[in-house]
Structure formats: C-alpha cells, structure tokens
C-alpha cells in the first residue's frame, strides 16, 4: 500500500492514490490538476522515505473535482452578568481533491486504479420468449 503526508493549507495528510479529500480552499479551476510538492513522509509497499523536513523529489498529483463548503460554525460569546452576547457563524471554503498520483524522483510509485463500474447489459430476449422457444414434446413424439 502506497501513501504519503502532505501539507496544504496549513495542516496534514495522510493520502492515498485513488482517494478523494476535503482540503482547504486551493485557487484552481475544477477539473484542474494539482501538484503538491510538501511530502514529509512517503510509503511504498515498506520501503519507507521520511523528509528532513520534505521528502527530495516526492510529488502527490491530484484533480480538483468541486469546490464546496464545509458545515456551518456557530461562534458565541458571551459575559456573564454584563448582558453582553455575540453569535457569528462561519462555513469554511473547501475543495474536494482526487488524489491520482505519488511519485518520487519523477518516477510514478502508483497510480489511481480507477474503477468504472460496468453498465448491466439488459438480455435482449426477455425470459419469457426463451421458455416459448424450447421446442415443446408432445406424447405422441415421444
């Protein structure tokens, strides 16, 4: 299993090719590509690289598939005995990432297997004109 830990917006990751991941708000199209090159730590099937502090050469890529808000925040302050009260809100500016790739050194370690699901097939012959076309025996064929 391949995965790394980034950096964007302020925080860390823990990502994994062929995931998706609600980030802070990056200022890219939808459908856009994204190359993160803040990896600190980079796993491929054991074989381990930890940064001093970024991992030399590591990249995570990934596609913008929305950009969206997160819940709403309710902040409330108040004083007691002061009748002093504050309420504000907040809903914080996300976008949704695919991760597609990690590679090291310019080397793609794994990419996002992407799975299309198969469409069902609907059997042209319904079950019923199959029955009726089975010859039929009669007694007095056999």
């Known amino acids: 299993m391949t995965y790394a830990i980034i950096e964007t917006g302020g925080k860390q990751l823990r990502v994994e090719p062929g995931r998706f991941y609600d980030i802070e708000r990056l200022a890219v199209e ?9 990896v600190f730590y980079l796993e491929n099937d054991g074989d381990i ?6 991992v030399e050469g590591a990249t995570v890529e990934g596609t913008v598939l929305r950009h969206l808000r997160d ?3 309710i902040v409330y302050k108040m004083r007691p005995k002061k ?3 504050k309420k504000q809100g907040h809903r914080q ?11 090291l050194g310019g080397k793609a370690l794994t ?7 198969a469409t069902a097939v609907p059997d042209p012959t319904p079950a019923a004109a199959v029955e009726a076309s089975e010859p ?7």
Request: glycine fraction near 4%; aromatic fraction near 0%.
């Open 83 to 85: 009748k002093t009260r």
């Open 111 to 117: 990419a996002a297997a992407v799975d299309v699901p």
């Open 30 to 38: 939808e459908a856009g590509t994204v190359v993160i090159d803040r």
């Open 136 to 142: 039929e025996v009669t007694a007095a064929e056999s």
């Open 93 to 103: 500016e996300l976008t949704r990432l695919m991760i597609d790739s990690i590679s």
């Open 49 to 54: 690289s930890i940064g001093q502090p970024l």
């Open 71 to 73: 819940r709403k925040i």
